[in-house]
């Protein structure tokens, strides 16, 4: 059945991620599934999907919460570079 595509989807190894959401720690919200495993991505995980460092400490005081500070960030990555081309003029 393809009507639901966004559900229940796997991640894969030799594929880019899809874009983390907040939900992203639940399989059944989006195409958050382990590539190997039978398990949704752990806060580490999409945390390191969103290029954060992997010693960042998450303020917060349950999973929910620290999943939707990851899935509402901007990459690190990304901002970084776009904040290089923004002071460097380029």
């Not at 639901?4 to 030799?14: I, K």
């Not at 806060?43 to 917060?60: C, H, M, V």
Request: proline fraction near 6%.
């Amino acid at each position: 059945d393809d009507a639901f595509p966004d559900t229940f989807g796997r991640m894969r190894w030799d594929k880019p991620a899809s874009t983390i959401t907040t939900k992203f720690t639940s399989i059944s919200n989006g195409r958050f599934g382990h590539p190997d495993e039978d398990r949704a991505l752990s806060i580490r995980e999409g945390a390191t999907l969103q290029t954060f460092p992997r010693e960042y400490d998450f303020k917060s005081n349950n999973i929910a919460t620290t999943a939707r500070l990851i899935g509402n960030a901007v990459p690190c990555e990304y901002a970084r570079r776009l904040g290089e081309l923004i002071v460097g003029g380029k």
